[in-house]
């Protein structure tokens, strides 16, 4: 149980475009999900927070004009990176938990997008 | 400065050697995990402890909770090249809601 999944993989995309990443719970519902950044060989890096049905919080220094994040559903949540950049270029994982379960501290991590812009 | 300072950054040991990797923090929090991540991969969850004191056992790997919940380790014993990977300790401060914050990450290398 408590499988995530993240949709693409990997994606190439030219500057200026926009990418949208995909993150579900497919065994369980999420309340709540996370988008994380990870540089090459640096640990990860908290972008926002989703809660399903309301806004995203962003952390510190994250564009959320830039970096739109939508949780829609309670298995289901977007990040589209807006006018990607060669600086936006990384890898992108996700994860959910389940606040309403006694082990609401617990994060289940998709296996993360790669993100290419060229 | 990060909330959790983990070491060593890196690590490269041989095949059967034994190792500690250490996670430490001046604030406490209500729960720690330690998680393993490959290359292109996402982390993968190891253990979680959520008592101070607490010790526990994964095979060759044990897992320490301070009795502060103030900092955290990491012990493998005859370590083999499959250990080789990412090892990230991540924690939720008591005043964090359930938002984990990460430390560093060790990455490990063990050669045959």
């Known amino acids: 149980g408590a499988v995530v999944s993240q949709h693409p993989s990997r994606v190439i995309c030219k500057s200026g475009t926009s990418v949208k990443i995909e993150c579900r719970s497919l065994?369980?519902?999420?309340?709540?999900m996370f988008w994380y950044r990870q540089f090459p060989k640096q640990s990860l890096m908290l972008m926002a927070t989703s809660n399903e049905g309301s806004k995203a919080t962003y952390e510190q220094g994250v564009e959320k004009d830039k970096f739109l994040i939508n949780h829609a559903s309670l298995t289901l949540s977007t990040l589209t990176v807006t006018s990607a950049h060669p600086e936006d270029s990384s890898f992108y994982i996700c994860?959910?938990?389940?606040?309403?379960?006694?082990?609401?501290?617990?994060?289940?991590f998709g296996p993360g997008t790669r993100l290419t812009v060229l | 400065t990060q909330l959790l300072e983990q070491s060593p950054q890196f690590l490269s040991i041989q095949e059967g050697e034994n190792l500690t990797v250490y996670c430490n923090s001046s604030?406490?929090?209500?729960?720690l995990q330690w998680y393993r991540q490959e290359p292109g991969e996402g982390p993968v969850l190891l253990v979680t402890v959520v008592t101070g004191g607490e010790v526990k056992k994964l095979k060759r790997l044990t897992f320490q909770f301070g009795d502060a919940r103030k900092d955290s380790s990491l012990h493998i014993t005859a370590a083999q090249t499959g250990d080789t990977g990412l090892y990230l300790c991540a924690g939720v401060a008591v005043y964090a809601g359930n938002m984990l914050t990460f430390g560093g990450g060790t990455r490990l290398m063990v050669k045959p």
């Open positions: 994860s959910a938990s389940n606040l309403r379960t006694t082990l609401s501290y617990e994060q289940f």
């Open positions: 604030s406490v929090f209500s729960s």
């Open positions: 065994d369980f519902q999420a309340t709540t």
